[in-house]
T-cell receptor, first 116, second 115 residues
Framework: GAVVSQHPSWVICKSGTSVKIECRSLDFQATTMFWYRQFPKQSLMLMATSNEGSKATYEQGVEKDKFLINHASLTLSTLTVTSAHPEDSSFYIC????????????FGPGTRLTVT | AQTVTQSQPEMSVQEAETVTLSCTYDTSENNYYLFWYKQPPSRQMILVIRQEAYKQQNATENRFSVNFQKAAKSFSLKISDSQLGDTAMYFCAFVSASGTYKYIFGTGTRLKVLA
């Protein structure tokens, strides 16, 4: 149980375009989803927290207009990187929280974004 | 603010040997949870073990066990009978039992198991 999927696993886009990453909880309802960014050989950096039906809460220094997060249902959250630039290239990971185990996060497999 | 420190950026261990990864944290709270996650080259985050702060007994999961010292704010991970598949980044994480459910991650320890 507690499986989280992400799609796509790898995406290449041109500079100036937008790209959407989906995060789904497959066998549970995710009251909260988290989006992380990870640079090579570094730890996970929390970008934002989203609760179903509410606006996302962004961490300090994260541009909310650049990284649009939507948590439209209890099983789906999306991250849209708008007007992507090469410096947005990174590994993006989502995680989800199940109310039955509120302090544990279940992680998706991640999405590698390359902006050319 | 809470912080998590992993002071060993890299470690190596011979196959079948035992290795201990260290993690210390700073908090003024009494109720919290601690986790060790493994991130292999696939980059999928895998839960290794969790510890509830209110439990005095150290958590164990097969070859993995922790030494939880609440007063010292220490949470080390011991891997016994190391296997090649244990090669990965290991992250220690803290989450408060009151608040936003956000994880505070350490910087990670890269473990390499040698054949």
């Amino acid at each position: 149980g507690a499986v989280v999927s992400q799609h796509p696993s790898w995406v290449i886009c041109k500079s100036g375009t937008s790209v959407k990453i989906e995060c789904r909880s497959l066998d549970f309802q995710a009251t909260t989803m988290f989006w992380y960014r990870q640079f090579p050989k570094q730890s996970l950096m929390l970008m934002a927290t989203s609760n179903e039906g509410s606006k996302a809460t962004y961490e300090q220094g994260v541009e909310k207009d650049k990284f649009l997060i939507n948590h439209a249902s209890l099983t789906l959250s999306t991250l849209t990187v708008t007007s992507a630039h090469p410096e947005d290239s990174s590994f993006y990971i989502c995680s989800a929280r199940d109310y039955r185990e509120p302090y544990e996060q279940y992680f998706g497999p991640g999405t590698r974004l390359t902006v050319t | 603010a809470q912080t998590v420190t992993q002071s060993q950026p890299e470690m190596s261990v011979q196959e079948a040997e035992t290795v201990t990864l260290s993690c210390t944290y700073d908090t003024s709270e009494n109720n919290y949870y601690l986790f060790w996650y493994k991130q292999p080259p696939s980059r999928q985050m895998i839960l290794v073990i969790r510890q509830e702060a209110y439990k005095q007994q150290n958590a164990t999961e097969n070859r993995f066990s922790v030494n939880f010292q609440k007063a010292a704010k220490s949470f080390s991970l011991k891997i016994s009978d190391s296997q090649l598949g244990d090669t990965a980044m290991y992250f220690c994480a803290f989450v408060s039992a009151s608040g936003t459910y956000k994880y505070i991650f350490g910087t990670g320890t890269r473990l390499k198991v040698l054949a």
